[in-house]
């Protein structure tokens, strides 16, 4: 049984920046591909950026291009979203969640996925 954990939310202000953190107990991080999403009060939970196992892939929202990179570690045990220019629309609890096959634009429909993290918040002030 796989399971995830986000760290790295916090609160920033408006053109700040932050690094989000996902880990994996149970199973490597590395036998999966892995997508980020967040979900902000009274809103639907919003594709954000996905990487392939390898690290090879990558799969970004419009909105995220440029400001947000996805990235994976050496070992690929550990995924990240350094987040610049944060805005307070970017205010938001941030999940990732893991999935064994990489599905290219498939990584954006949060259905897809197999396992999530409790998420972590990320508050950005004005």
């Known amino acids: 049984q796989v399971r995830l954990v986000e760290s790295g939310g916090g609160v920033v202000q408006a053109g700040g920046s932050l690094r989000l953190s996902c880990t994996a107990s149970?199973?490597?991080?590395?036998?999966?591909?892995v997508g980020w999403f967040r979900q902000a009060p009274g809103k639907e939970r919003e594709f954000v950026a996905a990487?392939?196992?390898?690290?090879?892939?990558?799969h970004y929202a419009d909105f995220v291009k440029g400001p947000f990179t996805i990235s994976r570690d050496n070992a690929k045990t550990t995924v990240y979203l350094q987040m610049n220019d944060l805005k307070p629309e970017d205010t938001a609890v941030y999940y990732c969640?893991?999935?064994?096959?990489?599905?290219?634009?498939?990584?954006?429909?949060?259905?897809?996925?197999?396992?999530w993290g409790q998420g972590t918040q990320v508050t950005v002030s004005s």
């Open positions: 969640a893991a999935h064994e096959i990489w599905g290219g634009v498939l990584m954006a429909i949060p259905g897809f996925y197999e396992k």
């Open positions: 149970g199973r490597t991080l590395s036998d999966f591909a």
């Open positions: 990487i392939s196992d390898s690290g090879e892939h990558t």
